[in-house]
């Protein structure tokens, strides 16, 4: 039977706080976890659950623990929590690449008695709730229990109104490499092609209809989110390089 004491590193993030209302409506016992101490105090008030300053005391006694940090730092943390857990932990993601750190989560699970799952969640911090929206699932594996505990992990977000896809790495990022990355891509590069020819924004608006202002639309969206777990979704993405050798 899943247990109750839910830990998130990376807590006082969008993410975080998406997840930590979601398990704490699940009657689950929340602590954050985050680098960021006055970060970390707010985030704990505004959601009225617990925190902890020591990462080795935030997952000790955690039954599941979700890494939610900058893609390029998740491996290492996988790899530095995985002998503060308890046995039967689980111990699951949410990042948008998968390659490196499956292999992280395969190190550990053959190490220690510990329960892997990786999730890609394909909405923001922004939503209400989570029905109708789609999770990629990467089965890693683990303990004796590892069926019975994953499933009933699983079963909480299906009855939440998740589509579930179970995948594979090399499938996952080269997916997200031309859904995420090409887009991301193709519009920063439209702003760029915009500012360089130095027209004013407000003139070439009057010479446009719908396309050229769909396109400005989008592009403005990408550029006021977070640049920088963009540029790791494509520059951390192995398969997304592959792409850039067709333009």
């Known amino acids: 039977m899943l247990g109750k004491k839910f830990t998130i590193i990376g807590g006082s993030g969008g993410m975080g706080k998406v997840f930590g209302r979601f398990f704490k409506k699940h009657d689950f016992t929340i602590t954050l976890f985050a680098r960021n101490e006055d970060k970390l105090k707010k985030a704990a ?15 000790k006694n955690a039954d ?12 290492d943390m996988i790899r530095k929590i995985a002998p503060l857990l308890k046995e039967n932990a689980i111990v699951f993601d949410i990042t948008s690449l998968k390659y490196a750190v499956f292999k992280a989560l395969t190190e550990i699970k053959n190490n220690f008695p510990i329960n892997c799952i990786s999730l890609h969640p ?3 911090p922004g939503i209400k709730d989570m029905k109708n929206y789609f999770m990629m ?3 890693v594996g683990g303990t004796d229990q590892y069926d019975e ?9 299906k009855v939440a109104g998740l589509i579930i896809t179970e995948t594979l790495p090399e499938i996952h990022d080269k997916r997200i490499a031309l859904t995420l990355g090409v887009p991301h891509m193709l519009n920063i590069l439209f702003l760029n092609l915009l ?5 004013p924004l407000n003139e070439l608006t009057r010479y446009t209809g719908t396309t050229f202002l769909l396109q400005k639309v989008f592009a403005e969206s990408i550029i006021q989110r977070e640049m920088e777990m963009f540029g790791e979704i494509q520059m951390e993405n192995k398969e997304f ?4 050798d067709l333009f």
């Open 45 to 59: 008030i505004e959601l009225s659950v617990n925190y902890e300053l020591s990462l080795e005391k935030s997952v």
């Open 64 to 75: 599941i623990v979700m890494i939610s940090i900058p893609i390029n730092s998740t491996p």
């Open 122 to 124: 394909m909405f923001g």
């Open 137 to 139: 699932v990467l089965r």
């Open 149 to 157: 505990l994953i499933n009933e992990l699983l079963n909480l977000f």
């Open 195 to 199: 500012r360089s020819t130095n027209e």
């Open 241 to 244: 390089l592959k792409i850039l």
